[in-house]
Structures are given as structure tokens and as C-alpha cells.
């Protein structure tokens, strides 16, 4: 999951009622950032992106996945801090007491009735924010991921941030790689917690065994993990990345009616080495990699920052001049001094006028043969 950066508490409404979220969207004002679901599914696809998320306030009946269903997934998410997320149920007007205390059994924070007035949604949207954020505070200080035992994600900037100023310092080189475990969702859908949470400890257990002791590896989401690698070139960079892909494919998870395999996604940057470079920019970089190789579409998802940039520079460039130097050389019957980058650009730009030729002497036969 990746997180949105903002002063204002983020919010998020579930509720298959546009104008519903459209009243909370206006009683909220200016105060929250407000991000609306269509659905339990749609909630819970936003909370699995999106780390800035404070306050939940869903609905109890909806399409696709329902109020009690999301709540139920978000308190059994692997996500210490998901599954602590304040959720408020709204409820409707039929519903009994009976319903609202299966509510409070069911793990939700409170629960607000329709039609509620904006002091209502207000009142618990500060509360929760701020009760939300203690909460976060509080799991940053903790130095590791308590389900991999990898750095948390407070551990991680503090001993990134050293990493990189020592780099700076001695103007060393440094690599920086987010990984994902590619459609973890589907597998969390398909097998549930138990293997969803086999599959995320055996990738963490995996990269503390093939991290070098100078290497820095931590947990940042559900699926998502971090690595911080001294003194290492994007070319050996690289080469640590295929090594840990390679142990996580080895893994085989036993679900009791089949066995799965997983895969890792990569992204990486090793940046150019001046005093302006900061950590939160050289993770972005790696994080800017990491989504370009989930759009990969055929082959390893492996992606470096500076890929585009490097092909781009080592892509060549012919002039008019070199094309008719080798012109020159077709007319003088030396084809073989013509390079073959500039063969196959000329084999190109002469492609159309061939067709053409060979159009006009087709068209040339048919008129002979007709007459």
C-alpha cells in the first residue's frame, strides 16, 4: 500500500447512496480529505492503497461486499495498523438493537443512525483521527515488524537516512528496491488469511537470509517490502534483486487443495550521488520503478528508475549527412563499408519508395496483360 502525504485527516465513506456521500463529502467541509467507495469492495481495495486513510464510516447493507463484511476483513487484516482502523457503521432506520450490538460484537468502533446531522459525523470524525493517529505514533516507535521481524517503517527511514548520508559523505554508491508480491490480493480473496499471512512471513524470513549483514530490509505494507543496499551499483543491484526473486520462486505453499507459488515485482534506483539527494526522494524513485514493473506485461518485473533515461541517451542518432554517405556507398557498390545501425535506419526510410516501386511495376504488367 502506498501512502498519501496530507495535513488533513483523510476519511473514508462507504456507502452505495450517492447522495449520502455526497451529504457527508459537504458536512466534512474543508476540514478532511474525503475519499468516497461505492461498496464494501471498493472500501476495501481503498484501504489496501492508501495508508493515510484515519476513519472508516461505512454502511451495513450494500452490494458486492456489505458493511459487516468489510469491517470483518479490515479486523482480520494482517496490517496491524488496518486492523486497528476506527470504523463507524451507519445504520439505517429499521434496524434494531439487536443489530447495532451485533455491530459492537463484530469489532466496530461506534456506529451513527440515518438521517445524522453533521455534529454527528464531526464529533466522531476528530475523535477517531486523532485517536488514530496516537496509535500510529505509538507502532512507529516500535523498531521491527512484529509478523516478519524486518524493520518497521520507522526503523527504516532512521537507518536509510544514515545509510545515505554516509554514501553522501564518502560519495559512495548506493541502491534502493521496492518489492511487492504481485496479486496478493487475488490470493488473499482466493485462500484467505492463514496462507495469505504463510506467504507474507516466508518472503520476509527469505530476505533476511539472502540480505548482506550491511543490507537494510523492512516491512512498508501489506505486500510490500523495502531494501536498502550500501555501496551497491545498479548493476549489482540488479543482481541482488534476481537472487531474491529467484529463493522466493523456490517457495511452495501447501493451501490443502493445491499448491502456490509466488512471485515478487522490483523496482529500483540507484541515484547519482549529490548533496541535494534526500532518503524520501531516492525512495520515490524506487517506488516510481517499482509501478513500472507491475505494468510490465510479458517477462520478469524487474525496473529501474534510470532505464528509460540510460535508453534514451544510448539510442542513436543519424544525420541526413551519415544517410547520404550511405547513399554514396550503394552507388559506388561498397555496401559493406555502410554501419549496420545506419543499414537498418536506411533499410527504413527506403521501405515506402520500394513498395512504391514494385505498386507501379504491378500496375505496369496489369496494363500490358490487358491490353
Known amino acids: ?94 434496524d434494531t438493537e439487536d443489530a447495532k450490538r451485533m455491530v459492537f460484537d463484530a469489532g466496530a468502533t461506534d456506529f451513527i443512525s440515518k438521517p445524522f446531522e453533521s455534529i454527528d459525523l464531526l464529533s466522531r ?53 521496492y518489492l511487492e508480491i504481485e496479486n496478493f490480493q487475488d490470493i488473499y480473496l482466493a485462500h484467505g488469511k492463514s496462507v495469505a499471512q504463510q506467504i507474507i512471513v516466508a518472503v520476509g524470513k527469505r ?28 548493476a549489482n543491484a540488479r543482481i541482488v534483486i534476481n537472487r531474491i526473486r529467484e529463493s522466493i520462486n523456490k517457495l511452495v505453499f501447501n493451501t490443502g487443495r493445491e499448491k502456490i507459488r509466488v512471485s515478487l515485482a522490483a523496482g529500483y534506483t540507484t541515484p547519482n550521488i549529490n548533496e541535494e539527494l534526500d532518503f524520501t526522494e531516492m525512495m520515490e524513485q524506487a517506488d516510481t520503478a517499482l509501478q513500472k514493473a507491475l505494468k510490465l506485461s510479458n517477462g520478469e518485473r524487474i525496473a529501474s528508475y534510470f532505464e528509460q533515461e540510460e535508453a534514451a541517451k544510448q539510442e542513436p542518432v543519424f544525420t541526413d549527412d551519415d544517410l547520404r554517405t550511405a547513399f554514396q556507398h550503394i552507388l ?34 496489369t496494363g500490358t496483360d490487358n491490353s
Do not use: C
Request: glycine residues 6%; hydrophobic residues 40%; negative net charge.
Open 125 to 177: 470524525a476528530k475523535s477517531y483521527a486523532r485517536l488514530n493517529r496516537k496509535v500510529v505514533e505509538l507502532e512507529k516507535k516500535s523498531g521491527h515488524d512484529k509478523l516478519t521481524g524486518l524493520f518497521s517503517v520507522a526503523s527504516f527511514e532512521e537507518q536509510g537516512e544514515k545509510a545515505l548520508s554516509f554514501a553522501l559523505r564518502h560519495k559512495l554508491e548506493i541502491s534502493a528496491v
Open 1 to 94: 500500500m502506498t501512502e498519501e502525504i496530507t495535513e488533513k485527516p483523510q476519511i473514508l465513506v462507504v456507502d452505495d447512496s450517492k447522495v449520502i456521500r455526497r451529504a457527508a463529502i459537504k458536512m466534512f467541509g474543508n476540514d478532511y480529505q474525503v475519499h468516497e467507495a461505492v461498496d464494501g469492495l471498493d472500501g476495501w481495495q481503498q484501504l489496501q492503497r492508501n495508508d493515510a486513510i484515519s476513519v472508516v464510516f461505512t454502511d451495513m447493507s450494500m452490494p458486492e461486499m456489505d458493511g459487516m463484511e468489510l469491517l470483518a476483513n479490515i479486523r482480520s487484516s494482517d496490517d496491524e495498523r488496518l486492523a486497528a482502523l476506527p470504523v463507524i457503521m451507519i445504520t439505517g432506520v429499521g
Open 207 to 234: 530476505l533476511k537470509e539472502v540480505m548482506r549483514t550491511e543490507d537494510v530490509a523492512a516491512r512498508l505494507g501489506v505486500a510490500k517490502y523495502a531494501a536498502l543496499l550500501p555501496l551497491t551499483s545498479e
Open 332 to 365: 559506388d557498390g561498397a555496401y559493406y563499408q555502410i554501419p549496420d545501425p545506419v543499414l537498418q535506419t536506411l533499410a527504413e526510410r527506403l521501405t515506402p519508395f520500394l513498395d512504391y516501386v514494385t505498386n507501379r511495376s504491378d500496375t505496369g504488367r
